[in-house]
Each structure stands twice: as structure tokens, then as C-alpha cells.
T-cell receptor, first 115, second 117 residues
Framework: ETGVTQTPRHLVMGMTNKKSLKCEQH?????MYWYKQSAKKPLELMFV???????ENNSVPSRFSPECPNSSHLFLHLHTLQPEDSALYLC??????????????FGSGTQLSVL | AQKVTQAQTEISVVEKEDVTLDCVYE???????LFWYKQPPSGELVFLIR??????QNEISGRYSWNFQKSTSSFNFTITASQVVDSAVYFC??????????????FGKGTRLSVIA
């Protein structure tokens, strides 16, 4: 079993749909992250949760709504998305220390297409 | 602000050739960490190496080696005798202490490496 599992692997949705991405980590970490990977752009940090509390919101539009019910699970709720939101959404986890040395462990991502 | 630049967008090499992937970074912190990740076609980013700013020793792991030079703010990655399985996108990343206002892992745009048999 992989350390960080994301579902679904692929998602196609219309602009009026509501969907959720799920991430689960089996590594005993206390921090979880959402990153967005678009073509020809650096990976963009979206949200960070430490000990279930959101500590970073990188100016993400409100049509993306994260939820972290416990330190092992992370969701990204999507509603009224735009075509430019089509991207690979990557979840990651780490053991947060604050010093910056923590390694992030990534899932395989959800490839999202917004029609 | 922290920044990572990977000037090479795509590189193609023939199997068994050596290849170097460049990474240049910017930071105001004196303590920071540099990383390389590999993203195969399956999508997940796989951690390869982490170096801290006080350790400039080069590191070798099998066919992989890393050259960290603070004087030029570079952290280059060399694959010796490349293989088809090395084909992937490689990301360089930078991280610093959170109390300096740093966000976790700032990534470069990545270098897509294609190794041709």
C-alpha cells in the first residue's frame, strides 16, 4: 500500500458540478498539503494543514474548499470550477517540524478536467 | 522571497549518456534546504535527496550525484549512464524555516528528461 493515496485518479466535471477529491496518508504524519500542477507552471501550493488546522491558504479562489477531519485525511471540495482549473491536483504529507527540512511524500494525484 | 529556476525545460539523451540537470535558487535565509524530486509518468513525486545549506559536500548515490555550490546558488543533479527508466520530470525545490515567512517547498518548473534506447 502506498503511503499517500488519492482518489479518484481521473475526474471530468462540468462547470456547475460539485465534486470532492480525497487524500489519505498512512505514514503517521501531522501535516497535509494540496498542490496544483498545471502545464508549464511550477507546482503551486494551495493549502496546508498542520495538526488538522489550516495554516496556509495561498490565495486560492473560494470555489476550492479544503477539509481536514483528522491528520490522516484531506479533502478538496470543488464547485463551479472554470476550465482553467483543469490540472493535476497533488496531495502530500509530512512530519511538520517548522525548520523547513521536512520531506513531503506525494500521492499520484487526481487529473481534473473541467468542461 | 524564495525562488527556484530550472532553465532546461526538456532534455533528450541516448541511453548510457551522462546528463546534468541544472537548478539555481534564490533565498534570503541562511538556513535552508534543497531537494530534488522525480515525477514518473504515474504522477507521484518521488523524493530523491535533501541537502541543508551548511553541507556543501557533493553526494553520490549509485548513478545519481548532486553538486551543491553556494557561491553560485546552484544545486545540480547528474545522472551517469542514463537508462530509459530515468525518463521523468525532475523538480528542484527549496524550503526554509517557517518562522521566516517561508511556505513549504517552493518548486522549479521542472525538467522533462527523455532517455532514448
Amino acid at each position: 500500500e502506498t503511503g499517500v493515496t488519492q482518489t479518484p485518479r481521473h475526474l471530468v466535471m462540468g462547470m456547475t458540478n460539485k465534486k470532492s477529491l480525497k487524500c489519505e496518508q498512512h505514514l503517521g504524519h501531522n501535516a497535509m498539503y494540496w498542490y496544483k500542477q498545471s502545464a508549464k507552471k511550477p507546482l503551486e501550493l494551495m493549502f496546508v494543514y498542520n495538526f488538522k488546522e489550516q495554516t496556509e491558504n495561498n490565495s486560492v479562489p473560494s470555489r476550492f474548499s479544503p477539509e481536514c477531519p483528522n491528520s490522516s485525511h484531506l479533502f478538496l471540495h470543488l464547485h463551479t470550477l472554470q476550465p482553467e482549473d483543469s490540472a493535476l491536483y497533488l496531495c502530500a504529507s509530512s512530519q511538520f517540524t517548522g525548520g523547513g527540512e521536512e520531506k513531503l511524500f506525494f500521492g499520484s494525484g487526481t487529473q481534473l478536467s473541467v468542461l | 522571497a524564495q525562488k527556484v529556476t530550472q532553465a532546461q525545460t526538456e532534455i533528450s539523451v541516448v541511453e548510457k549518456e551522462d546528463v546534468t540537470l541544472d537548478c539555481v535558487y534564490e533565498t534570503r535565509d541562511t538556513t535552508y534546504y534543497l531537494f530534488w524530486y522525480k515525477q514518473p509518468p504515474s504522477g507521484e513525486l518521488v523524493f530523491l535527496i535533501r541537502r541543508n545549506s551548511f553541507d556543501e559536500q557533493n553526494e553520490i548515490s549509485g548513478r545519481y550525484s548532486w553538486n551543491f555550490q553556494k557561491s553560485t546558488s546552484s544545486f545540480n543533479f547528474t545522472i551517469t549512464a542514463s537508462q530509459v527508466v530515468d525518463s521523468a520530470v525532475y523538480f528542484c525545490a527549496l524550503s526554509g524555516p517557517r518562522n521566516s515567512g517561508n511556505t513549504p517547498l517552493v518548486f522549479g518548473k521542472g525538467t522533462r528528461l527523455s532517455v532514448i534506447a
